[in-house]
């Protein structure tokens, strides 16, 4: 699905955009599984309105085993076989779907972050993350260009209070730069089926940030490693989806693989 051009980007920018990769059915089981999900939030959904804020941003993940469209998208979607290239191998390990959607008029979004820090896992991983809705590149999501070949992972950073989350002093985890002085920055508009792929290192942020969303904005997230990303507890931050993994099995120190997050053949 990819030519040599976008692998090359992808390895030297860490973030690619693929137009049209998820089509017709794709869409509307994507968003089908998001608006199933919404009338029955899961464990992990999370509302990150902050108080005032005219309008809503919220999320939820690790939904798709209960969600039958989102099951079938997992395995039957172009996103395993985009992620198998990039990741030149021929199986690779679904690590989380998480969705996004911003509301018209929300004016909260990510902060600069990177998403390996937010995560148990320690090896080569990426995220698929496909846009339901057009999005310009004023309004869109902002990489760090090369910021996976930093050689650092930062703090993670609580997305509505915008400060590192607790426990994180003697973690060895970075201070988050002045990304908008230091970086050179690229977003990219969408249109709904194109997609983002980066990797889990880049320094990226949400859009908007104080100004009001011009449109409804809702993204589909599958990140992926190689079978032989490891699970590595990280420290308090982490501790609910650490407890949750192992609760199904999984043991720190050693790859992925429970019912949740499985190894996919990518043909």
């Not at 985009?82 to 004016?107: H, I, P, Q, S």
């Not at 920055?185 to 908007?208: A, K």
């Not at 609910?240 to 043991?251: D, K, N, P, R, T």
Request: charge should be negative; include cysteine; hydrophobic fraction near 40%.
């Amino acid at each position: 699905m990819l030519n040599a051009g976008q692998k090359s980007s992808f390895e030297r920018d860490g973030v690619i955009k693929v137009e049209g990769a998820f089509a017709g059915e794709w869409l509307d089981l994507a968003i089908e599984g998001i608006e199933q999900n919404r009338a029955t939030p899961g464990p992990f959904f999370r509302d990150q309105t902050r108080p005032g804020d005219p309008a809503r941003y919220v999320f939820d993940y690790w939904s798709w085993t209960g969600i039958p469209a989102l099951t079938r998208f997992v395995h039957q979607s172009p996103a395993k076989t985009l992620a198998g290239e990039l990741l030149g191998a021929d199986k690779v390990t679904l690590l989380m779907d998480n969705w996004f959607m911003n509301e018209a008029g929300a004016t909260n979004a990510a902060p600069w972050h990177q998403d390996e820090p937010y995560f148990d896992y320690s090896g080569k991983m990426l995220n698929v993350l496909i846009s339901l809705d057009p999005g310009t590149e004023d309004e869109a999501l902002r990489f760090a260009v090369g910021s996976h070949r930093w050689g650092k992972v930062f703090k993670a950073t609580d997305f509505k209070l915008k400060t590192p989350f607790d426990g994180q002093a003697d973690s060895g985890l970075a201070d988050i730069p002045d990304v908008d002085a230091e970086a050179e920055l690229v977003s990219f508009s969408t249109q709904p089926g194109d997609c983002l792929i980066f990797d889990l290192r880049m320094l990226h942020r949400g859009p908007n940030h104080g100004r009001p969303a011009s449109s409804l904005r809702r993204r589909l997230s599958l990140r992926f490693g190689l079978p032989d990303t490891v699970f590595e507890p990280r420290g308090a931050w982490t501790r609910e989806i650490s407890a949750h993994l192992m609760s199904l099995g999984q043991e720190p120190g050693v790859p992925v693989d429970t019912p949740l997050t499985p190894i996919l053949n990518v043909r």
